[in-house]
């Protein structure tokens, strides 16, 4: 898979490379400062997926999926893919449950939370795991657009972006590590532990 470079020094995760990827195999790379928006966009959802942490337990989780999806829109909308709500809101919510099966952290948070016991702690510590839940899922759907744009010479088709979304999401190794990297990184700047 390509754009997997992690590094947050690297264009911001690789996002920004694999935007400016799909940017030109889209024909749209008159709008040189695109990509740098299409990456904006996923640092502000990823800044409210912070927010979403210190929701109670489950509202939380909906406001994560609702963010995603939302995000999905506004790349859509920055490159001109028009794409209905419901399909979004399908994938937006189906690749935020698949990621967070991969995010223990953020399950254990969730169940700290819910007795009520630890609230402040457990919400800090969920911060990394939605940071990187959300990095991750703007990085999969700008790999699933540059997926289907080179098997289409340039062009999406939406009607397959779940499929694309699917393939992308096969390599779970790489999801794996491109997460904790994230979440790495997060706590590293943050200076948020494991809750230990």
Known sequence: MEGNNVQAGAGFFGLLKVAQELVALLDRGADALLPEQIVDVVKLHSKIAVGAAWLPSGFDIAAGGANIWTMYIRINNKLGIEVKKNIMKTIGSGVAANLSAYTAMMLAAEGIKATGVGYVPAAIMETAAMYALNITSGWVYLQALLWLAKKNNGSIDTGKLGDAVKEVMKDSAVIQDFMN???????????????K
């Not at 990297?181 to 809750?195: A, I, M, P």
């Open 181 to 195: 990297k994230v979440s790495d990184f997060f706590k590293k700047e943050n200076k948020v532990s494991n809750g």
